[in-house]
């Protein structure tokens, strides 16, 4: 069984920037494509970035230029680097997990709260 543990959330100042890290546990970390979503109050939740087992990464229009994403997979982790940080991005973030064999992701993380102030 898969476990994701979220950390790095918090309250923040517009223009500030976080880091979230994810870290897998209970298989193989380097047969899973890593995702951060996020959900905002009132709207649906929104796939943010992707990250293949070889680091090939998808961002999301909403954030390209300003959030990176990386991996390492010795430690079976993922970052999600957050900078000039907007009050829309303000939203729950949670770290999935999508075994490369299937086309959908199986494991989530309890998320962790970002709150972005003007």
């Known amino acids: 069984q898969v476990q994701l543990v979220e950390s790095g959330g918090g309250p923040v100042q517009a223009g500030d920037s976080l880091r979230l890290s994810c870290v897998f546990w209970?298989?193989?970390?380097?047969?899973?494509?890593m995702g951060w979503f996020r959900q905002a109050p009132g709207k649906e939740r929104e796939l943010v970035a992707a990250?293949?087992?070889?680091?090939?990464?998808h961002i999301s229009d909403a954030v390209k230029g300003r959030f990176t994403l990386s991996r390492d997979n010795a430690k079976n982790t993922v970052y999600l680097q957050m900078d000039s940080l907007e009050p829309e991005d303000t939203a729950v973030y949670y770290c999935?997990?999508?075994?490369?064999?299937?086309?959908?992701?199986?494991?989530w993380g309890q998320g962790t709260q970002v709150t972005v102030s003007s």
């Open positions: 209970g298989r193989t970390f380097s047969m899973y494509v």
């Open positions: 999935a997990a999508q075994h490369m064999g299937t086309s959908s992701y199986d494991y």
């Open positions: 990250i293949t087992p070889g680091s090939s990464t």
